[in-house]
Nanobody, 115 residues
């Protein structure tokens, strides 16, 4: 099964910024929506942000005003701009894509925010 590829994670100090990317293979088409999730150690995976095919977005309250989700349909790529990072944002970040009745996940990228 095709898999998404995330990148852009790393170690950053509190208050800093990171930009995550998620690329989907060209074999996936008719994308209806994409989203970011994250999973911190010992916790369940949680939803972070969502973008529909019409460009409408939604965010978890914990990241609203700090994170921005965007997409490039021509490149089948999803982005997550993260500003004002906090130690509690530390997690593995995953992207998810919905297309033609199926969903796809990436392998995750680690984001670590130091205090």
């Amino acid at each position: 099964q095709e898999q998404l590829v995330e990148s852009g994670g790393g170690l950053v100090q509190a208050g800093g910024s990171l930009r995550l990317s998620c690329s989907a293979p060209g074999s996936i088409f008719s994308v209806s929506a994409m989203a970011w999730y994250r999973q911190a150690p010992g916790r369940q995976r949680e939803w972070v942000a969502h973008i529909n095919g019409d460009g409408s977005t939604s965010y978890a309250d914990s990241v609203k005003g700090r994170f921005t989700v965007s997409g490039d349909n021509a490149k089948n790529t999803l982005y997550l701009q993260m500003n004002g990072l906090k130690p509690e944002d530390t997690a593995v970040y995953y992207c998810k894509l919905w297309a033609r009745g199926r969903n796809y996940w990436g392998q995750g990228t680690q984001v670590t925010v130091s205090s």
